[in-house]
């Protein structure tokens, strides 16, 4: 898979994984910003941890953001209004502005160099019809006490309508920030970390879970789940109370950078950055953003982005990549206990897109329930809040309608045009395979259906992997599973199969 700005920065050493039968007091699964933000707040506690990742460490969705630290995210505030009310966008707001504060003194404290940098957020439109949306932000944020301006910056994207902007809010690197943290985690007494260890399965035993990673046995008092995107569906039931969007960014060089980032209201989003690591100065865009189930032409959507840099910039993109998150029906993620009745499961998921302030957020949630300290977003983001009508009309025109839609439109559209026949859909011994030709003419065959939730899946000819349009899991041509939820591959017997 194509690799991000971000990932260069990774330099993080090899990592042993789980090669036997462990127990612990508290097991995190998942080494991103939310597994990792929780962990550095345990160091130094009574509590053992371990800290496991099916890949190597912070080379998640994390590692695939655009980095941008803000509260002013898109027009959050007004969906929060429409869907829990004015006192639940207040607290999301305080929230946003908590976690930048933690960051901000993480940095500090540990001498972080991540390439914190202030930096103004604007929130613009090309659509005139999105105009009154603005107006309802404003009044929102005028409740909310923001200081904001309306002020146009000398843009870099034409046809502008309108502009929020906001001035105290940052950009970082999310990987020299995360990677960091990691690293005072690994030095920690109390914590040990693995990768390339993957959980399977959660069981509960009397007073204990039973977490199977690599085929061994983690004993454990207490999980976190802060994988993305979980392995399992019940608890928690995510997959009826999320969706999943996918974007393409691209990064090139550039001779000048300037303090500010930027995200369109309109569907589908633009968005972008400047950064600067010191040595070279890079500008960061994004577009063509979609839920997983549209806009299946991966090789276009990557020519589109890749096209539009260039006419920004005057420069080839020297990184393109994708990246998928997990959106809510309400627009307020899932962080805390997954259910009332499990009080020792901890889930964080359902960022919507802004998840280096939600990730920081769910460390410090989830670390303060775990030392059964008060925290006072807990309510807010409860994972088995109740339903009312609006999350629920989401839920059908998000969920229902992303997953009916992949499942249909790929059983009718197995072999697109766009595949120039380097991939096919076809049966073989009455079972769905997916069939890619190499450069050598060699034949690689997998299933063609996802482990996780039975989806058909999509050959994205830019990456060479099958990609579910359900839940995003991925696969190479070989079937070895890539990205999760999928914890299963999707390698078939090849003896099996005669054509
Ligand atoms: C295009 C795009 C741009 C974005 N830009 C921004 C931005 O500018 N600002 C912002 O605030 N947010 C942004 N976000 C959102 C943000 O990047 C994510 O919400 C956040 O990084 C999620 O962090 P995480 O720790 O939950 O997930 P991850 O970083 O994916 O970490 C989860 C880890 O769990 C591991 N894992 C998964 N399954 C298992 C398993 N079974 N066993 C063991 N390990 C497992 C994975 O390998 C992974 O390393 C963006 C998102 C997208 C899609």
Redesign the pocket.
């Known amino acids: 898979m194509k690799k991000s700005l971000w990932q260069k920065y990774n330099d993080m050493k090899k990592l042993n994984s789980i090669n036997e039968n462990m127990s612990t007091d508290v097991l995190i ?9 929780v962990a550095y707040n345990l160091i130094n506690h009574k509590e053992n941890v371990i800290l ?19 509260y002013l ?1 898109d027009l959050m505030y007004q969906k929060i209004v429409n869907t829990c009310g004015m006192d639940a966008a207040k607290l999301y707001y305080d929230a946003q502005k908590e976690a930048i504060r933690i960051v901000k003194k993480n940095v500090k404290n540990e001498n972080i160099d991540c390439d914190l940098k202030q930096s103004e957020s604007i929130v613009f439109t090309k659509d005139l019809k999105e105009l009154p949306k603005f107006e309802v932000e404003r009044r929102i944020l005028d409740e909310l006490d923001v200081n904001y301006s309306n002020l146009h910056n000398k843009f870099l994207l034409n046809d502008v309508k309108d502009v929020i902007k906001v001035k105290n809010t940052y ?1 970082f690197n ?1 990987i020299k920030y ?1 990677i960091s943290l990691l690293k005072k985690v690994i030095n920690s007494s109390n914590i040990l970390v693995y990768e390339n ?4 399965k959660i069981k509960k035993e009397n007073d204990f879970f039973i977490v199977m ?1 690599n085929g061994f046995e983690i004993k454990t008092k207490k999980v976190v789940i ?6 399992f569906t019940i608890p928690g039931l995510i997959p009826f109370k999320t969706y999943v ?5 691209c990064a090139s060089k550039t001779d000048e950078t300037q303090n500010l ?1 930027a ?1 369109s209201s309109n569907y589908p989003c633009e ?1 972008f ?1 400047h950064y600067d690591d010191g040595k070279d100065k890079y500008f960061i865009y ?1 577009n063509n ?1 979609s839920k997983i189930c549209d806009k299946l032409n991966y090789e276009k959507n990557y020519k589109q982005c890749a096209k539009k840099i260039k006419e920004i910039t005057n420069n080839k993109p020297l990184y393109k990549w ?5 959106l809510t029906n309400d627009n307020l993620p899932l962080i805390g206990r997954i259910s009332s009745y499990e009080k020792n499961v901890f889930i ?2 359902g ?9 920081v957020i ?1 460390g410090k949630i989830i670390s303060d329930l775990i030392l059964n300290k008060k925290n006072k977003y807990v309510d807010l983001f409860n994972p088995s809040r109740s339903i009312n009508f609006s999350k629920f009309k989401n839920f059908i025109t998000n969920t229902m309608i992303s997953n009916v839609k992949a499942y249909t439109f790929n059983l009718i559209r197995k072999n697109p045009s766009w595949y120039k026949n380097k991939a096919i859909v076809t049966k073989i011994n009455g079972k769905r395979v997916g069939v890619y030709f190499d450069s050598k003419g060699e034949k690689h065959v997998v299933s063609n259906i996802c482990p996780h939730l039975k989806c058909f899946l999509t050959f994205n000819e830019v990456d060479k992997t099958w990609d579910c349009p359900c839940h995003g899991s991925r696969f190479d041509v070989d079937g070895n599973c890539v ?3 999928s ?1 299963y591959d999707i390698k078939i017997d090849e003896t099996n199969i005669s054509n």
């Not at 990742?53 to 998640?60: E, F, L, S, T, Y």
């Not at 969007?245 to 960014?249: A, G, L, N, R």
């Open positions: 699964i998942g080494a991103g910003i939310t597994g990792v933000s496991i990742d099916r890949n190597k460490c912070c080379d998640g969705v994390t590692s695939k953001s655009t980095g941008k630290l803000t995210q950009v999310p995360v260890s993957i959980a399977t990673v802060a994988c993305n995107y979980p392995f969007e996918k974007s393409y960014i980032n995200i968005s950055r994004l953003s994708e990246n998928m998150d997990v964080a998921t960022y919507n897109t802004w998840g280096m302030t939600n990730g769910a990205k999760g939820p914890v």
